[in-house]
Protein backbone atom coordinates (compact mmCIF):
# COMPACT_ATOMS: atom_id res chain seq x y z
CA UNK A 1 0.00 0.00 0.00
CA UNK A 2 2.99 2.43 0.67
CA UNK A 3 5.21 1.47 -1.66
CA UNK A 4 2.32 2.32 -4.15
CA UNK A 5 0.98 5.52 -3.05
CA UNK A 6 5.08 6.62 -2.94
CA UNK A 7 5.50 5.55 -6.35
CA UNK A 8 1.90 7.11 -7.55
CA UNK A 9 3.17 10.30 -5.46
CA UNK A 10 6.07 10.37 -7.56
CA UNK A 11 4.30 9.85 -10.92
CA UNK A 12 1.41 12.56 -9.92
CA UNK A 13 4.79 14.54 -9.03
CA UNK A 14 5.87 14.27 -12.69
CA UNK A 15 2.13 14.40 -14.09
CA UNK A 16 1.81 18.08 -12.33
CA UNK A 17 5.05 19.41 -13.26
CA UNK A 18 4.43 18.20 -17.33
CA UNK A 19 0.94 19.68 -16.48
CA UNK A 20 2.31 22.97 -15.37
CA UNK A 21 4.96 23.26 -18.09
CA UNK A 22 1.82 22.62 -20.57
CA UNK A 23 -0.41 25.63 -18.68
CA UNK A 24 2.67 27.50 -18.53
CA UNK A 25 2.96 27.16 -22.66
CA UNK A 26 -0.39 27.98 -23.20
CA UNK A 27 -0.42 31.10 -21.36
CA UNK A 28 2.88 31.89 -23.42
CA UNK A 29 1.06 31.66 -26.13
CA UNK A 30 -1.75 34.03 -25.26
CA UNK A 31 -1.55 37.33 -26.39
CA UNK A 32 -3.39 40.85 -25.60
CA UNK A 33 -3.39 40.76 -21.98
CA UNK A 34 -1.13 41.56 -19.44
CA UNK A 35 0.75 38.58 -17.88
CA UNK A 36 2.28 40.09 -14.83
CA UNK A 37 -0.54 41.23 -13.58
CA UNK A 38 -2.32 37.68 -14.53
CA UNK A 39 0.56 35.85 -12.62
CA UNK A 40 0.45 38.34 -9.61
CA UNK A 41 -3.59 37.52 -9.14
CA UNK A 42 -3.03 34.40 -9.68
CA UNK A 43 -0.46 33.11 -7.39
CA UNK A 44 -1.76 35.68 -4.12
CA UNK A 45 -4.80 33.32 -4.44
CA UNK A 46 -2.58 30.09 -4.76
CA UNK A 47 -3.62 27.44 -2.19
CA UNK A 48 -6.48 29.00 -0.72
CA UNK A 49 -9.83 28.00 -0.47
CA UNK A 50 -13.18 28.81 -1.68
CA UNK A 51 -11.02 31.77 -3.53
CA UNK A 52 -12.36 31.12 -6.78
CA UNK A 53 -15.26 33.29 -7.76
CA UNK A 54 -13.03 36.37 -6.94
CA UNK A 55 -9.88 34.95 -8.32
CA UNK A 56 -12.00 34.92 -11.62
CA UNK A 57 -13.67 38.36 -10.87
CA UNK A 58 -9.76 39.78 -11.02
CA UNK A 59 -8.77 37.88 -13.94
CA UNK A 60 -11.95 39.48 -15.73
CA UNK A 61 -10.81 42.86 -14.23
CA UNK A 62 -6.87 42.73 -15.66
CA UNK A 63 -8.03 40.80 -19.16
CA UNK A 64 -11.34 42.22 -19.93
CA UNK A 65 -12.58 38.36 -19.67
CA UNK A 66 -11.17 35.25 -18.85
CA UNK A 67 -9.37 33.52 -21.34
CA UNK A 68 -10.16 29.83 -21.61
CA UNK A 69 -5.95 29.22 -22.29
CA UNK A 70 -6.02 30.66 -18.46
CA UNK A 71 -8.23 27.71 -16.97
CA UNK A 72 -6.17 25.02 -16.32
CA UNK A 73 -3.62 27.82 -15.05
CA UNK A 74 -6.50 28.96 -12.17
CA UNK A 75 -7.61 25.20 -11.41
CA UNK A 76 -4.25 24.48 -10.46
CA UNK A 77 -3.98 27.18 -8.30
CA UNK A 78 -7.22 26.35 -6.28
CA UNK A 79 -6.70 22.67 -6.70
CA UNK A 80 -9.55 21.99 -8.72
CA UNK A 81 -10.42 20.51 -12.28
CA UNK A 82 -10.73 23.11 -15.68
CA UNK A 83 -13.50 21.75 -15.98
CA UNK A 84 -15.21 22.02 -12.31
CA UNK A 85 -13.40 25.91 -13.01
CA UNK A 86 -15.37 26.09 -16.71
CA UNK A 87 -18.70 24.98 -14.99
CA UNK A 88 -18.32 27.83 -12.47
CA UNK A 89 -18.10 30.20 -15.11
CA UNK A 90 -21.04 29.03 -17.35
CA UNK A 91 -23.16 29.59 -13.93
CA UNK A 92 -22.42 32.70 -13.42
CA UNK A 93 -23.80 35.28 -16.18
CA UNK A 94 -21.12 37.83 -14.63
CA UNK A 95 -18.12 35.85 -16.03
CA UNK A 96 -16.75 35.64 -19.18
CA UNK A 97 -14.96 33.77 -21.97
CA UNK A 98 -15.17 35.99 -24.56
CA UNK A 99 -13.55 39.48 -24.82
CA UNK A 100 -15.94 41.80 -23.53
CA UNK A 101 -16.36 45.82 -25.56
CA UNK A 102 -14.85 48.48 -22.91
CA UNK A 103 -18.75 49.73 -22.84
CA UNK A 104 -21.41 47.69 -22.69
CA UNK A 105 -24.25 48.50 -24.16
CA UNK A 106 -28.07 46.98 -22.41
CA UNK A 107 -30.79 47.65 -24.17
CA UNK A 108 -34.71 47.40 -22.09
CA UNK A 109 -36.12 44.24 -23.68
CA UNK A 110 -39.37 45.11 -20.91
CA UNK A 111 -42.78 45.59 -21.50
CA UNK A 112 -42.99 48.98 -21.23
CA UNK A 113 -40.11 50.07 -23.29
CA UNK A 114 -41.65 47.97 -25.74
CA UNK A 115 -44.58 49.32 -26.16
CA UNK A 116 -42.84 52.92 -26.56
CA UNK A 117 -40.48 51.97 -29.30
CA UNK A 118 -38.04 49.82 -27.39
CA UNK A 119 -37.01 47.70 -30.57
CA UNK A 120 -37.04 50.41 -32.76
CA UNK A 121 -34.59 51.74 -30.35
CA UNK A 122 -32.79 48.58 -30.35
CA UNK A 123 -32.78 48.08 -33.84
CA UNK A 124 -30.90 51.26 -34.34
CA UNK A 125 -28.25 50.67 -31.65
CA UNK A 126 -27.65 47.38 -33.58
CA UNK A 127 -27.31 49.42 -36.70
CA UNK A 128 -24.98 52.11 -35.08
CA UNK A 129 -22.77 49.21 -33.53
CA UNK A 130 -22.96 46.97 -36.33
CA UNK A 131 -23.11 44.25 -34.20
CA UNK A 132 -26.04 42.20 -32.96
CA UNK A 133 -26.61 40.90 -29.04
CA UNK A 134 -24.34 39.45 -27.15
CA UNK A 135 -21.41 40.22 -29.54
CA UNK A 136 -18.73 42.55 -29.61
CA UNK A 137 -17.31 45.31 -31.87
CA UNK A 138 -14.12 44.65 -33.01
CA UNK A 139 -12.35 47.61 -32.01
CA UNK A 140 -13.40 45.63 -28.51
CA UNK A 141 -15.02 49.50 -27.63
CA UNK A 142 -18.68 47.51 -27.44
CA UNK A 143 -20.58 45.09 -26.05
CA UNK A 144 -24.47 44.88 -27.05
CA UNK A 145 -26.58 43.01 -24.58
CA UNK A 146 -30.55 43.45 -23.83
CA UNK A 147 -32.47 42.82 -20.32
CA UNK A 148 -35.76 42.12 -19.24
CA UNK A 149 -36.28 45.56 -16.89
CA UNK A 150 -33.55 48.59 -16.21
CA UNK A 151 -35.63 49.46 -13.33
CA UNK A 152 -36.77 52.98 -15.00
CA UNK A 153 -39.92 51.93 -16.74
CA UNK A 154 -41.59 55.72 -16.21
CA UNK A 155 -38.78 56.92 -18.83
CA UNK A 156 -39.53 53.98 -21.57
CA UNK A 157 -37.72 53.43 -23.69
CA UNK A 158 -34.45 52.95 -21.86
CA UNK A 159 -30.88 51.69 -22.70
CA UNK A 160 -27.82 51.72 -20.33
CA UNK A 161 -23.84 52.19 -21.38
CA UNK A 162 -21.64 50.87 -18.63
CA UNK A 163 -23.31 52.25 -15.51
CA UNK A 164 -25.36 54.98 -16.83
CA UNK A 165 -28.73 55.09 -17.59
CA UNK A 166 -30.76 56.69 -20.89
CA UNK A 167 -34.10 57.14 -21.19
CA UNK A 168 -36.88 58.89 -22.92
CA UNK A 169 -34.81 57.68 -26.04
CA UNK A 170 -35.50 58.51 -29.82
CA UNK A 171 -33.16 57.21 -33.01
CA UNK A 172 -31.56 60.71 -32.37
CA UNK A 173 -30.82 60.36 -28.96
CA UNK A 174 -29.19 56.99 -29.47
CA UNK A 175 -26.54 58.37 -32.20
CA UNK A 176 -26.03 61.17 -30.13
CA UNK A 177 -25.07 58.66 -26.71
CA UNK A 178 -23.39 56.12 -28.95
CA UNK A 179 -21.33 58.87 -30.89
CA UNK A 180 -20.11 57.15 -33.56
CA UNK A 181 -21.00 56.93 -37.65
CA UNK A 182 -24.04 53.89 -38.01
CA UNK A 183 -21.63 50.56 -38.99
CA UNK A 184 -24.80 49.60 -41.07
CA UNK A 185 -27.86 51.21 -42.89
CA UNK A 186 -31.39 50.33 -42.64
CA UNK A 187 -35.14 51.61 -41.59
CA UNK A 188 -37.03 51.30 -38.89
S1 LIG B 1 -39.44 47.79 -19.03
FE1 LIG B 1 -37.76 48.97 -19.67
S2 LIG B 1 -37.08 49.90 -17.86
FE2 LIG B 1 -38.67 48.61 -17.19
Not at 35 to 52: H, K
Not at 100 to 116: L, P, Q, Y
Not at 179 to 184: K, L
Request: with cysteine; hydrophobic share 35%; aromatic share 6%.
Amino acid sequence: MTEVESGSGAGMDSLRSGKRDDDRRRLDWTPGFDQVRVEEVINRYRGERWVLIPLLQEIQEVCGYIPPALIPRIAEAVGMFPVQVQGVISFYSQLHTEPRGKKVVTVCRGTACHVRGGRSILKVVKEHLGIEEGETTPDLEYTLETVACIGVCALAPNMMVGRTTYGSLNPSKVARILGRPRAAQGGD
